[in-house]
């Protein structure tokens, strides 16, 4: 790995988004932090589910209990598995820009089906889905960076 390669590899990490990458090889050790990393706090709160009305409710007021969306689009992509991206680089649906996508939602897929491209340091990646199943949503836009692990389809497996 010379500089040149060195370089270009700062450049795509500060590009994708990515807090700290570390790439060991055989003789080689490089750790690259962009100083982008937010450090923010959130914290989710959910009701109770036997949650009883308030004492102080006024006579003839009535009280309707609410359903959760979360909790319906939890159980909702339970049911689902994810294709994850296995490596750090820009996701691409097309071989090339005048090619069709490799997938489509509704588009039923095997474990050897090509489902996208992750191009990394100049290298285009196909990604095969690794599950049978039909393809429910694409969760990345083309052309944007991907983490390692990031889901990028969600696949009905039944």
């Given amino acids: 790995m010379d500089l040149r390669d060195i370089q270009n590899l700062i450049k ?6 990515a807090s700290e990458v570390k790439l060991e090889m055989e003789d080689i050790k490089i750790t690259i932090k962009t100083g982008t990393e937010k450090t923010e706090t959130t914290i ?3 009701a109770p589910l036997n949650m009883h009305p308030m004492p102080n409710v006024a006579q003839g007021e009535t009280q309707t209990a ?3 969306p ?6 909702e992509a339970s049911k689902y598995k994810e294709i994850t991206s296995p490596i750090i680089g820009t996701f691409y649906r097309k071989p090339s820009p005048d090619k069709p996508v490799f997938v489509e939602v509704g588009d039923s897929i095997n474990t050897d089906t090509v489902v996208c491209m992750v191009e990394a340091m100049k290298l285009f990646n196909e990604i095969e889905a690794e599950i049978s199943g039909k393809i429910v949503k694409v969760l990345v836009e083309d052309g944007t960076p991907v983490e390692f692990g990031q889901p990028l389809f969600l696949v009905d497996p039944s």
Avoid: D, I, L, M
């Fill in 66 to 68: 609410q359903v959760t």
């Fill in 12 to 17: 795509f990490v500060a590009k994708s988004g």
């Fill in 70 to 75: 979360v909790n319906e689009a939890a159980k």
């Fill in 44 to 46: 989710v709160q959910q």
